[in-house]
């Protein structure tokens, strides 16, 4: 520490040039912060994932639905535990063009089980299983259709009741939250199926809860054979390999994302080590009074390497910190954005080196130069 007065007197010889420089570092760490936090939050999805859990839908997209029936023989299967229906509730989007309410129309109690990064409260979730009509709904649709716990609503929909009126009615029991905004609610799925007109006894997907995780590729092919050669054949993957294809779906991101990375961290490389070597040549002479002085090489080197992190490290704090507090501004836009602590010491792990590679050769010939060249400024 006694020797920051002398480091910090020559960041400051050149204020201009060093502002400029900590604001690149400053701009450079916060994309950093949100590229890396866009591939911790994919790690994060997959791992949150449950493999407890198995999804079974159609194999082809738009394909029939599939019969409740088959729910039996589901259970049947060695290692299944419990299996809850899933269909779609839609509002009219007709009526109101902006904003229009979608549910999940299931057996709530599994899906939460199941959806563990979400958070309902046990009162409501009882509530459900007293109320047919019940709807629990996230906060961010509550507050978009200006709703509170404990209305009761009626949403015209695009699914006709057996008695042939569009208009379904729910009352609005407890909340649920997730990580990221959502908007969507979850409604009982024997209300739903018992009074709709059309695709009644049927479900988009099935939802298998399982004991052993180990055997989930074994079950799920177990559950594929009993819808095989009908008209409404199924794929069955565990949460977690849904989440990995999800992010495979979207592209190879973390290439994407790395790729651009390693392109700011190379310019930011080039652009700082020029202004390293400029500032350390520039103040050669002052090095050289030091080696007068009694410094020795290894200190002149430490002063030089010590220079460059206080460059480095401060900008690039506050740069990871920024990120920090965009993430949550971006989520909607670019989905879940991670900047976490392992985020952070990797970032700052690159400013260390950063700062070591842009010092390294300039401080080296520095350390070496003669004295009597360096008083002379060769």
Not at 114 to 123: C, I
Not at 125 to 130: I, T
Not at 263 to 269: D, Q, Y
């Amino acid at each position: 520490m006694k020797y920051m007065p002398l480091v910090w007197a020559g960041l400051w010889r050149r204020p201009v040039r060093s502002i400029l420089t900590a604001s690149s570092i400053v701009i450079a760490f916060v994309l950093l912060g949100l590229l890396q936090g866009v591939n911790a939050g994919f790690d994060r999805a997959i791992a949150a994932a449950s493999r407890n859990f198995l999804v079974t839908n159609t194999r082809v997209r738009g394909g029939a639905n599939m019969p409740i029936s088959a729910m039996t023989k589901i259970r049947d299967v060695p290692g299944v535990i419990n299996v809850a229906p899933r269909a779609y509730f839609m509002e009219d989007n007709n009526r109101s063009k902006e904003n229009y309410l979608a549910a999940l129309a299931t057996e709530p109690d599994l899906f939460f089980r199941m959806l563990s990064k979400a958070k309902v409260g046990k009162k409501d979730l009882d509530a459900m299983r007293r109320t047919r009509t019940g709807l629990l709904a996230t906060p961010e649709l509550l507050q978009l259709f200006k709703w509170k716990v404990g209305d009761t609503v009626t949403v015209r929909s695009t699914t006709l009741q057996t008695n042939g009126n569009p208009d379904w009615t729910f009352n609005i029991l407890g909340t649920f939250t997730m990580p990221d905004p959502a908007y969507f609610g979850v409604i009982n799925y024997d209300y739903f199926n018992s009074n709709r007109a059309t695709d009644r006894n049927t479900a988009e997907i099935f939802y298998v809860e399982i004991q052993d995780p180990t055997r989930a590729i074994a079950t799920a092919a177990a559950i594929d054979r009993i819808f095989a050669n009908s008209s409404h054949e199924s794929r069955t993957r565990s949460q977690q390999e849904r989440a990995e294809l999800r992010a495979m779906q979207m592209g190879d991101v973390r290439l994407f994302t790395n790729i651009i990375m390693g392109a700011v961290l190379f310019t930011l490389a080039f652009l700082t080590g020029n202004t390293l070597r400029q500032s350390l040549q520039d103040r050669s002479r002052e090095f050289a009074a030091l080696k007068v002085l009694g410094y020795s090489r290894s200190r002149v080197l430490g002063l030089a390497f010590a220079e460059a992190l206080s460059l480095y490290l401060p900008p690039a704090l506050l740069g990871l910190g920024v990120a920090r507090l965009l993430a949550p501004q971006w989520r909607e836009a670019f989905g879940s954005i991670v900047v976490s602590p392992a985020v952070a010491v990797m970032g700052l792990s690159c400013a260390v080196i950063l700062a070591f590679i842009g010092a390294a050769l300039p401080a080296w010939t520095l350390s070496r130069m003669p004295v009597a060249d360096a008083l002379r400024g060769h």
